[in-house]
């Protein structure tokens, strides 16, 4: 088992809230990131896929492969956007590091196939980030 990553940047917008609350309630949960005028972030993203290497290739999967892939299913769709209004698969998701890695996680996995995609790593800054490796069920490692 061996693990390749492909590691991508992408700058986008947000406004931490949950539409339920109050405004006194998301002020007091989300602090300066309720502003309503939203502020951006210059994101990180890891994408690990594991696997035996091919002895007729010498690779894991093509990381050219996963280059197209991670940048037509999720960066073109991501970069320079407002992650609260303008991505359809972000629709009614906070748009937090955790759950921007659960989401593109949901994007890339299936289309990655055979139980190969294994982490996930977003850095909001270079000081903040998350890691996500799927849902315990979908694990075979
Ligand atoms: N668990 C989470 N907490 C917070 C998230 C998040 O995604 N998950 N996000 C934010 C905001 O996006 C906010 O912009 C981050 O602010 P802050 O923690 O102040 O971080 P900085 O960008 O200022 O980074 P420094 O390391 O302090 O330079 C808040 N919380
Ligand atoms: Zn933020």
């Known amino acids: 088992m061996i693990y390749i990553t492909r590691k991508v ?15 006194e309630k ?7 990131c309720n502003n309503p005028n939203g502020h951006g972030h210059n994101y990180t993203m890891e994408v690990t ?5 091919d002895p007729e290739t010498g690779m894991v ?12 299913e999720i960066i073109d769709k991501v970069d320079h956007k407002n ?12 748009p937090t590091a955790e759950n921007l890695a659960i989401k593109f996680w949901e ?9 190969l995609l294994h ?17 315990v069920s979908e694990r075979v490692d």
């Open 61 to 72: 999967l093509d990381l050219k492969f996963l280059k197209k892939l991670v940048t037509e």
């Open 107 to 115: 994007v890339l996995e299936p289309k990655i196939g055979g139980g």
């Open 83 to 94: 992650l609260n209004m303008d991505v359809e698969f972000l629709q009614g998701v906070i």
């Open 49 to 53: 896929v594991k696997g035996d290497v």
């Open 9 to 23: 940047e992408f700058c986008a917008s947000h406004r931490l809230f949950n539409p339920t609350f109050s405004d």
């Open 119 to 135: 982490q996930i790593k977003l850095y909001e800054s270079p000081r903040n980030f998350v890691t996500y490796r799927g849902q």
């Open 26 to 32: 998301n002020a007091q949960v989300f602090g300066l």
